[in-house]
């Protein structure tokens, strides 16, 4: 499977509000340079710029990684399931998915309810509760149980 559209413009939105970040900046944890939208896997730095163009083509090339992966979860069966993960994994990281529950839950064929749960316990960053990263879970839960 690929990320779908409604993926994209889910990420677009969330991580910069539809408008592409342009030069690096800090990312919101204050530990890694960001630029685009969200891209981040440390090649970036201070003083890197970029044009809307090459925003989009480092978006799609990030979503690769994570349709790769998503891609080898046992469980997951509709487009709405393998978004939810793909955006679970691009803003969480591949590691913390590997080591949660809830990808235990959706190997094992846990209850859609059960699994949706499990998004919503990673809505903190740093110990403190994020209101954006609410209704990032949010969205992923409910994309879960969508075709």
């Known amino acids: 499977?690929?990320?779908?559209?409604?993926?994209?413009?889910?990420?677009?939105?969330?991580?910069?509000?539809?408008?592409?970040?342009l030069e690096a900046i800090w990312d919101k944890t204050?530990?890694?340079?960001?630029?685009?939208?969200?891209?981040?896997?440390?090649?970036v730095k201070?003083?890197?710029?970029?044009?809307?163009?090459?925003?989009?083509?480092?978006?799609?090339?990030?979503?690769?990684?994570?349709?790769?992966?998503?891609s080898a979860v046992?469980?997951?069966?509709?487009?709405?399931?393998?978004?939810?993960?793909?955006?679970?994994?691009?803003?969480c990281g591949?590691?913390?998915?590997n080591r949660s529950t809830l990808k235990k839950y959706i190997e094992a064929g846990r209850k859609t309810y059960e699994i949706q749960r499990e998004f919503l316990k990673w809505t903190k960053s740093g110990g403190v509760e994020l209101a954006g990263l609410y209704t990032r879970r949010i969205w992923e839960a409910a994309r879960w149980n969508e075709i």
Request: charged content about 30%; overall charge positive; some cysteine.
């Open 46 to 70: 201070q003083g890197d710029k970029i044009t809307v163009q090459q925003a989009e083509d480092l978006l799609k090339k990030d979503l690769e990684k994570f349709e790769r992966y998503a």
């Open 74 to 91: 046992r469980g997951i069966k509709t487009q709405g399931q393998f978004d939810a993960v793909v955006d679970f994994m691009y803003n």
């Open 94 to 97: 591949v590691t913390n998915f």
């Open 1 to 21: 499977m690929k990320a779908s559209q409604k993926l994209i413009d889910h990420i677009k939105r969330t991580e910069c509000n539809n408008k592409p970040i």
């Open 30 to 43: 204050g530990k890694v340079w960001m630029i685009g939208y969200g891209h981040s896997p440390g090649d």
